[in-house]
């Protein structure tokens, strides 16, 4: 059963535009979200995390919305680089957990 | 800044053989978790280790066994490989337990089971 779902397997954006990932989430209990990027050949690197008593969090050019109710975050990137091309991962977990659960990723291309 | 070390990168192995990845978890890290992650697939959690002492399982199977270190260096151990064992194993370490700290991964070891 899918807890974190990114419906969106790919995005493609103009360079110096704003890039914006969703990803839901099913599992109420989930209280600590995070985005990671991965290259090819590499392991997913940490990005941006939101806790669950916020609605925003911020990062240089990225960004972190959450929205509880509809249990609903986003990611956003701006201006987006040609080096962001990579896939997106939005992951999730419970307080006290040990273990994320991911979406299935989001392919970002920018193109120049 | 130092990462998480995963030997070998790279691992090919024939049915039924045994298979032992390797971790290296960031300096005073203190948890370290494994992901599969198949083609096409997101990364599956397996098992994770808190203070040498494992923490939380996943779907792992039960050929598959693992280890935490006193130097917190962990390694998996997979045993009677078969097919669909082929992916790529992640490791992960974190600093403290619980749901509120980021997990930083290696490269990856791909593992091929012909």
């Known amino acids: 059963d899918q807890q974190v779902k990114q419906n969106s397997p790919s995005l493609s954006v103009q360079e110096g535009r704003i890039s914006i990932l969703n990803c839901d989430y099913t599992?109420?209990?989930?209280?600590?979200f995070l985005w990671y990027k991965k290259y090819p050949a590499e392991g997913p690197t940490f990005l941006i995390s939101?806790?669950?008593?916020?609605d925003k969090n911020e990062d240089g050019r990225f960004t972190v919305f959450l929205n509880k109710s509809a249990k609903h975050l986003s990611l956003h990137i701006v201006p987006s680089q040609p080096g962001d091309s990579a896939v997106y991962f939005c992951?999730?977990?419970?307080?006290?957990?040990?273990?994320?659960?991911f979406g299935a990723g989001t392919t970002v291309t920018v193109r120049a | 800044a130092a990462g998480v070390i995963q030997s070998p990168r790279h691992l090919i192995k024939e049915k039924r053989e045994t298979a032992t990845l390797k971790c290296y978890p960031i300096?005073?890290?203190?948890?370290v978790y494994w992901y599969q992650q198949g083609p096409g697939q997101d990364p599956q959690f397996l098992i994770s280790?808190?203070?040498?002492?494992?923490?939380d399982k996943g779907s792992i199977p039960d050929r598959f066994s693992a280890q935490q270190f006193s130097d917190y260096h962990s390694e998996l151990n997979m045993s009677s490989l078969e097919l669909g064992d082929s992916a790529l194993y992640f490791c992960?370490?974190?600093?403290?337990?619980?749901?509120?700290?980021?997990?930083?991964f290696g490269n990856g070891t791909r593992l091929t089971v012909t």
């Open positions: 280790f808190y203070e040498k002492m494992q923490s």
């Open positions: 300096p005073r890290h203190d948890t």
């Open positions: 939101i806790s669950s008593i916020k």
């Open positions: 599992n109420s209990m989930f209280d600590y």
């Open positions: 992951a999730a977990s419970a307080r006290g957990d040990y273990k994320l659960s």
């Open positions: 992960a370490s974190s600093q403290g337990q619980g749901g509120d700290s980021p997990l930083h």
